[in-house]
């Protein structure tokens, strides 16, 4: 009986220690987990580090921005206007040449021939001319006679300058200055006439035909600036409006304008594409941010305005009594504890004893207050973010134009918008501005 009793109670106290086991480590896993929960639901996000820009007033040029196609000012396509076969070519590719000078020879053997057989056939009629008026003047000749041979001196001279003609049109002259291009013949090739042979171009002076909407037609007049651009963004060619269209294209609805610009560097093209910008008055006291710190969305374009966080309530002044009584208490214990029939040294031992919690209790004072000097030291304004809905506006050399929602010092991210979001804590660092290129930025260093 006693052993069976004695087996109850130790498989109850076997069972009591696995269950206080297996309690232990359930509580110690909610413990766990919920401290986890505790820590990352109260830890806050790092701050996101920033390029920021101050958003004030400044000068605006507007303008209006079109496509262009760049042709030379003198530019054509030479052909020859007779048949025959190529003797000699003059010229070589990219050669300047002078006006009237001659780029190619057809072979003109029979027309030379048929001139000089002519130019004879006019000296025989001379001959016979002069003859025919001595005898008019004797009045042995008839009058008829004489002016047949003046019509005949006169047709000759005329047929001689028919066969020059005709002779000339063998060669193939420059009509201007210029630059020529690549031959499109070869020696020995027969042209018909109208084969083209050579481009010429005279690069001196491009123009630039460009189309403009009709809406923007009264912003234009002649002599407006125009800057141009070949990519890139920058536009470091400057020229003037030569020439508007009075009449605006029925099916497009555009009105065509031709500009003029210098090209002394020689690195406009005819038929290159070009970027057009009609410069227009300048506006003043515009508020412009830069196009990198606009975001379009779905609910409309917005910017991250840094805003100084809003600081926390302080704790109330009461909170400081219950630390102050325990060193008083530990000061008036000795005192108030010590007996009326107590010897005086005996009496010094608890005063020496109380001043000791006090000094301890002033040490965590002292330490306390050492890490507050480098707080105050560094302590800096927290910095959040607002996200603000704004009207853009006009747009130009990377800068866009803020109609609604912006002020006047609002500091305004530039950089980094699709990480950030509204309330985060963020540190501005304008090391590097991101609306320059790498390059420039190098340059600067």
Do not use: C
């Not at 963004?233 to 500009?259: C, H, Q």
């Amino acid at each position: 009986m006693f052993k069976r009793i004695l087996r109850i109670v130790i498989i109850a106290l076997v069972l009591l220690v696995l269950v206080v086991v297996v309690g232990g480590i359930v509580g110690f896993n909610f413990l766990r987990d919920n401290g986890i929960k505790q820590y990352f639901a109260s830890m806050k996000p790092p701050a996101a580090t920033v390029s920021t820009t101050i958003a004030k007033p400044s000068t605006w040029t507007p303008g209006v921005e079109a496509i262009g196609t760049v042709r030379a000012v003198r530019g054509v396509d030479l052909t020859v206007e007779t048949t025959g076969i190529v003797k000699e070519i003059l010229f070589h590719a990219n050669q300047k040449v002078a006006d009237g000078a001659v780029l190619l020879q057809l072979d003109g053997a029979v027309e030379r021939a048929d001139l000089e057989a002519t130019k004879a056939q006019v000296a025989l009629v001379q001959m016979a001319l002069t003859r025919a008026i001595e005898l008019q003047r004797r009045g042995v000749n008839a009058e008829a006679t004489l002016d047949t041979a003046r019509a005949t001196a006169s047709a000759t001279a005329a047929q001689v300058n028919k066969l020059q003609a005709v002779l000339d049109q063998k060669q193939l002259t420059a009509p201007f200055s210029g630059t020529v291009g690549i031959p499109k013949i070869d020696l020995g090739q027969y042209l018909a006439p109208g084969t083209v042979v050579v481009t010429l171009q005279d690069l001196d002076t491009m123009r630039v035909d460009f189309t403009v909407p009709e809406q923007q037609l009264p912003s234009l007049k002649i002599g407006q600036t125009v800057r141009l651009g070949i990519g890139g963004g920058e536009m470091p060619y400057a020229g003037t409006i030569r020439g508007i269209d009075p009449k605006i294209d029925p099916s497009s609805r555009l009105v065509n304008v031709r500009a003029e610009v210098a090209n002394t560097e020689g690195k406009l093209t005819p038929g290159q594409f070009v970027q057009v910008r009609v410069e227009l008055p300048e506006e003043q006291n515009v508020l412009t941010l830069p196009q990198t710190a606009l975001t379009t969305s779905l609910y409309g374009d917005y910017i991250f305005v840094v805003q100084q966080a809003k600081p926390a309530e302080a704790p109330p002044a009461q909170a400081a009594k219950p630390e102050e009584k325990p060193a008083a208490s530990a000061t008036e214990k000795p005192a108030d504890a010590q007996p009326a029939d107590t010897k005086p040294a005996d009496a010094m031992k608890p005063a020496a004893g109380a001043t000791k919690p006090a000094a301890e209790a002033a040490k965590p004072a002292d330490k306390a207050a050492d890490p507050a000097k480098p707080a105050a030291e560094g302590d800096k304004p927290a910095l959040v973010l607002s996200q603000v809905f704004v009207k853009p506006g006009r747009r130009n050399a990377g800068m866009v134009e803020i109609v609604e929602g912006l002020k006047a010092g609002d500091e305004v991210v530039t950089a980094g918008q699709n990480r950030l979001f509204n309330g985060m804590s963020v540190a501005v660092d304008n090391t590097i501005d991101p609306t320059k290129s790498a390059n420039k930025q190098a340059d600067q260093q």
